[in-house]
């Protein structure tokens, strides 16, 4: 992975992050990697990336994914997936 590469990636998340927040999301950035997190007291911690193409955004290990391209649809998607882990028992997975 090279530097722009990176850069990128972070600059997709950050973007990311901002709508998750807009939308009401206790969310952070990892100190580890280009990463979005959402963490919450009771619930296991949720992890977006950006895949290994730089084309979607990914969370639940993979398992969900939506363009880059869209942000806020990305966002809009995410926070759907934890209203729906929120209710379900045992939480997020």
């Known amino acids: ?16 992050c901002r709508r ?6 206790s969310v952070g950035m ?3 990697r280009p990463a979005a997190v959402i963490r919450t007291r009771n619930e296991p911690t949720l992890t977006i990336t950006v895949d290994a193409s730089g084309d979607c955004f990914e969370w639940s290990e993979g398992a969900h994914r939506h ?4 942000p806020s ?3 809009a998607a995410i ?8 209710s379900r028992p045992g939480g997020l997975s």
Not at 20 to 25: D, E, F, Q, S, Y
């Open 1 to 16: 992975m090279n530097i722009g590469y990176q850069d990128r990636e972070l600059e997709l998340i950050t973007h990311l």
């Open 73 to 75: 649809g990305a966002a």
């Open 67 to 70: 363009p880059v391209a869209d």
């Open 20 to 25: 998750l927040a807009a939308l009401g999301l």
């Open 79 to 86: 926070v759907e997936y934890v209203k729906a882990q929120r």
């Open 30 to 32: 990892s100190d580890a």
